[in-house]
């Protein structure tokens, strides 16, 4: 592939990453949202479940990427070249940007834990790292920060709470019949016990 395409496919990917982020971010304050109205309605069913845990857990699972560790850390030891709090002790920098740097590093060292190429390439870019040296064509890792990315925003989108979110109230009482039933529960056993 030359150069001019393999930059235009990267630009893209990059571009579609961001905005599964932003579609993720959203997603996730909706779910919450969805969430809280789920509980209130479904939570007494649950109090002898974990269901409702699960749900919240699955809000709040960091996003796992297959990319090789050994490529996220080479450019992380650049990153931290420029942003480790010890490298910038006797720089003569503003305390703004010195915060802004160690910023940068916290988010740099999450993102290589997640193993996510594509922030650790942004912060590389916004600290003007080249790293063509280092990956020349790395946009297999950003497909792959693609995919998860959208797996997540559609692992929110099918849970119940989502579900039930979107179900018109005409058909809550059918929905809620048929979620509860799918889980082993019975509302009429449940509201005998009590």
């Known amino acids: ?23 993720l971010e959203e997603t996730t304050f909706i779910f919450n949202d969805s969430l809280v109205e789920f509980e209130k309605e479904f939570g007494e069913y ?34 931290a070249q ?26 740099a060292l999450g993102s290589v834990k997640n193993k996510d190429w594509s922030r ?13 040296k280092i990956k020349k064509d790395d946009s297999k890792y950003l497909e792959e920060s693609v995919k998860k990315l959208t797996e997540k925003i559609h692992e929110l989108k099918g849970t119940y709470a989502w579900q039930w979110k979107d179900t018109p109230e005409e058909n809550k009482e059918i929905v809620k019949e048929g979620m509860l039933k799918s889980l082993g529960l019975n509302i009429n056993e449940e509201k005998n016990d009590e």
């Open 120 to 132: 650790v390439m942004e912060i590389a870019m916004e600290l003007g790292i080249d790293i063509s």
């Open 82 to 107: 420029k942003t480790h709090p010890d490298k910038l002790e006797n720089k003569n920098i503003s305390q703004v940007r010195h915060n802004k740097l160690v910023d940068l590093y916290k988010e």
């Open 46 to 79: 649950f109090r002898k479940k974990k269901t409702s845990k699960d749900a919240k857990r699955v809000a709040t699972d960091p996003i796992e990427y297959d990319i090789p560790e050994k490529d996220v850390n080479i450019v992380f030891k650049k990153i």
């Open 1 to 23: 592939m030359n150069d001019k395409l393999l930059e235009l496919k990267r630009k893209k990917l990059q571009h579609q990453i961001l905005y599964l982020k932003t579609e």
